[in-house]
């Protein structure tokens, strides 16, 4: 290799630190870390995510993913004064792991200046994620502990983002994670997820926030790449229940796809994007009532997080 294709391949003057083998590309490390801020921005206008005025919660979990969402909208957000960012954590009671997440988002929304609210499952729902698990494995009825940690994140992220009276729920979902959610809707053959799990998503109800997804088109080892390249500290420890999930599978198949054949997650991911409004035209969507039980929006008498809790009770 000579000497001028050892440099990086954007400003051609330093050393490389990172190769995008699906590109071509040779960055060094402040034109890596710039490219994922302009890569981020450039998602935010071609999906039109954000208004100049937004009052946006950024769900921040202390992984990676959020942590990096986290920095690279606060540095945009401080070229839009209009804007505003509250920082919203899930606490889902998971004894051992989820305490340090806790500390790191704590302590990144202080450095940052960024306000922090944090709701918990044991004050929503009367039980810590770990005191459901132990209730479904006394029960043996067949769910995983994903399965009922989804559901119940979802709608207390959405609780949330209603408390700081939020606009938009911009979450941290990278490519590898828009890839695999489209691909377990598929297996599953849910058109209606298919259709409805998107970079921004419909305003279907008053009190559903609409959500956000800014890095989905940045590669998962990016966004980790990103944190480690500025010093950002993240929980790197994998959550004792994901082993459980069939999300793991599919990511175990999309990531020896993309090491024979780089841009595979790219291609995939643009393949479901083109399909979309295909799959919306083919499904109905159904009115909104209120649920029976805590009178959050549902598309039957109970919405999914009651009807998942009433069969543990």
């Known amino acids: 290799m000579s000497s001028a294709s050892a440099k990086c391949t954007l400003c051609k003057r330093k050393e490389p630190f990172f190769s995008r083998v699906y590109s071509g590309e040779r960055l060094c490390k402040g034109c890596f870390t710039q490219s994922i801020e302009d890569k981020?921005?450039?998602t935010l206008v071609r999906y039109k995510m954000l208004s100049y005025n937004d009052r946006v919660a950024v769900a921040v979990s202390g992984g990676k993913d959020s942590i990096t969402l986290l920095e690279v909208l606060a540095k945009m957000e401080r070229k839009y004064p209009r804007a505003t960012l509250i920082a919203v954590t899930v606490?889902?009671?998971?004894?051992g792991y989820r305490d340090e997440a806790l500390e790191i988002a704590e302590a990144t929304c202080k450095r940052l200046r960024i306000p922090h609210c944090t709701v918990t499952f044991k004050k929503l729902y009367g039980y810590t994620l770990d005191e459901i698990?132990?209730?479904?494995?006394?029960?043996?009825?067949?769910?995983t502990?994903?399965?009922f940690c989804g559901v119940l994140r979802r709608k207390a992220m959405n609780t949330a983002a209603l408390e700081v009276k939020a606009d938009k729920l911009a979450t941290g979902h990278t490519l590898?994670?828009?890839v695999q959610t489209s691909l377990m809707?598929?297996?599953h053959g849910d058109v209606a997820k298919l259709a409805s799990e998107k970079p921004v998503t419909d305003i279907v109800h008053p009190r559903l926030v609409q959500k956000v997804k800014p890095m989905c088109e940045i590669p998962e080892r990016e966004s980790a790449l990103y944190a480690f390249a500025w010093g950002f500290k993240f929980q790197s420890?994998?959550?004792?229940?994901?082993?459980?999930a069939l999300r793991n599978d599919i990511r175990a198949l999309l990531n020896r796809m993309e090491e024979r054949h780089a841009g595979t997650k790219f291609t995939v991911f643009g393949s479901f994007e083109k399909l979309r409004p295909a799959l919306a035209g083919l499904h109905q969507k159904g009115e909104f009532q209120l649920?029976?039980?805590c009178c959050e929006p549902a598309a039957g008498e109970l919405c999914m997080a009651c009807q998942l809790l009433k069969q543990i009770e």
């Open 40 to 42: 981020v921005r450039g």
């Open 145 to 147: 502990p994903c399965a």
């Open 133 to 143: 698990v132990e209730r479904i494995r006394q029960r043996g009825n067949g769910l």
């Open 176 to 178: 590898d994670d828009e």
């Open 185 to 187: 809707n598929l297996f």
């Open 91 to 95: 606490d889902e009671g998971i004894a």
């Open 291 to 293: 649920c029976k039980l």
């Open 237 to 244: 420890t994998p959550c004792p229940y994901a082993g459980e």
